[in-house]
């Protein structure tokens, strides 16, 4: 497990600079920032479970979801589609005011992180947590659950948090960061060494990749 | 070649210059993330194999909860292939290779997650998420191959080896040292580079 600290450190070695409170905030806000860049790459999955609402069409997820790719109703899977294919596919007019057993769901016309579910689930599944549930210890029975790819930029705070990557990724992160620091405005700026982390940036991603 | 070996012929790469690197950068900045590099470029460097338990229940599994070095999957076998002998079961389907699938393949069946029966295939949602299709009746076990990364050296276990084939040791102190020289500015930086690359050269062949 690494910690910003570690991550920190190797920052300001390679920049040559002291860590300070100023400095490790800067340091901080261009590490959220590279981390925020991996994570539109899809990189962090997550499935999470929802406890499905009588009548309740729409979900609010967390704030740092970046995809929602796949969704289940009580284990079945909820097709995509869009408010016009509904509008348009004529039966069902009045497909907001349904409820039954969800077939859809969309992201579609909604507030932000929030999705619906189509239509509106007829009962509400159990909260109960069961040890032979795993890995989750709640019931899929009539409940929901959500295949997304998330932001975890946001959980690291502070230097005690924990960089949430693979080893690989917290060296091109640390490059990353001293890169775009070494490039900003300030008396301290080096451009060999940017240059020099941008061709190890590129190095780890040919591997990588 | 221990850490110390590899600090030792650091120093003399670096000009034993001891205040300009103490030996906490040489291992966090050098030498651990150049082993990583090493095995980022020859992932046959390092191999591993982890037993799961998977139980009927268990939709999916964090595979970080299992090995924290994980990196990319390679084979998946059905059964414990962990040892030199291994028992085939033939009406489980033991010790046969689980096909790779994704979670939109799977979309095309509504009732994919419900499904239970002989285990084929196995799904991954992104990185660290693995499952199981179709879902087993039994406990069954499952046997991952996959590309490993390297532990951490620590300065505090100056004994401690890297987990890579003693051949490819020099290459770490090589890697490393040019990592280091980075922050020395333009012409030992890229003098650094050099030697990264130098060491890096040919090992995909």
Not at chain 1, 7 to 25: F, G, H, K, M
Not at chain 2, 39 to 59: F, N
Request: hydrophobic share 40%; with cysteine; proline share 6%.
């Amino acid at each position: 497990v690494t910690t910003f600290a570690e991550q920190a450190t190797r920052i300001a070695n390679l920049l040559q600079e002291t860590p300070s409170n100023d400095t490790v905030a800067r340091y901080l806000m261009q590490h959220q920032d590279e981390l925020s860049r991996l994570a539109r790459s899809k990189y962090f999955g997550q499935i999470t479970w929802y406890q499905a609402i009588q009548g309740q069409a729409l979900y609010v997820l967390p704030d740092n979801i970046i995809e929602v790719c796949h969704v289940l109703y009580n284990q079945k899977v909820l097709r995509y589609v869009t408010e016009q294919t509904l509008d348009y596919s004529g039966n069902v007019r009045s497909w907001e005011a349904n409820t039954g057993e969800p077939t859809y769901w969309t992201l579609d016309n909604q507030v932000l992180n929030e999705v619906r579910i189509i239509p509106a689930p007829m009962r509400t599944g159990s909260a109960v947590p069961s040890p032979t549930f795993l890995p989750m210890y709640q019931d899929m029975k009539d409940n929901l659950l959500v295949f997304t790819y998330e932001d975890v930029a946001l959980e690291v705070t502070n230097v005690d948090s924990v960089i949430p990557t693979l080893l690989d990724w917290e060296d091109m992160l640390v490059f990353a960061s001293v890169q775009a620091l070494a490039l900003q405005e300030y008396p301290e700026q080096n451009i060999p060494l940017a240059q020099n982390c941008a061709a190890l940036l590129k190095l780890w991603m040919s591997y990588a990749a | 070649m221990t850490l110390s070996d590899l600090l030792q012929r650091m120093n003399i790469k670096l000009g034993e210059q001891s205040t300009f690197y103490p030996e906490e950068e040489k291992v966090a900045s050098g030498i651990n993330p150049a082993q990583r590099l090493l095995c980022l470029a020859m992932p046959l460097l390092l191999q591993k194999r982890a037993l799961l338990t998977i139980q009927p229940d268990q939709i999916f599994t964090d595979l970080r909860t299992i090995t924290p070095t994980i990196r990319t999957i390679n084979r998946v076998v059905l059964g414990d292939v962990t040892t030199s002998h291994s028992d085939p079961v033939a009406w489980t389907g033991e010790l046969t290779r689980l096909l790779p699938t994704t979670l939109q393949r799977l979309g095309g069946m509504a009732d994919w997650m419900e499904q239970t029966g002989p285990t084929r295939k196995y799904w991954l949602h992104g990185p660290y998420w693995f499952g199981l299709f179709k879902r087993p009746m039994i406990t069954l076990y499952v046997t991952i191959i996959y590309e490993a990364m390297p532990p951490v050296l620590s300065v505090h276990e100056l004994s401690a080896v890297p987990d890579i084939p003693q051949a490819y040791h020099p290459l770490i102190a090589d890697i490393a040292t040019g990592l280091l020289l980075q922050k020395e500015g333009d012409i030992e930086g890229k003098r650094g580079l050099a030697l990264i690359m130098g060491a890096l050269e040919g090992l995909k062949l």
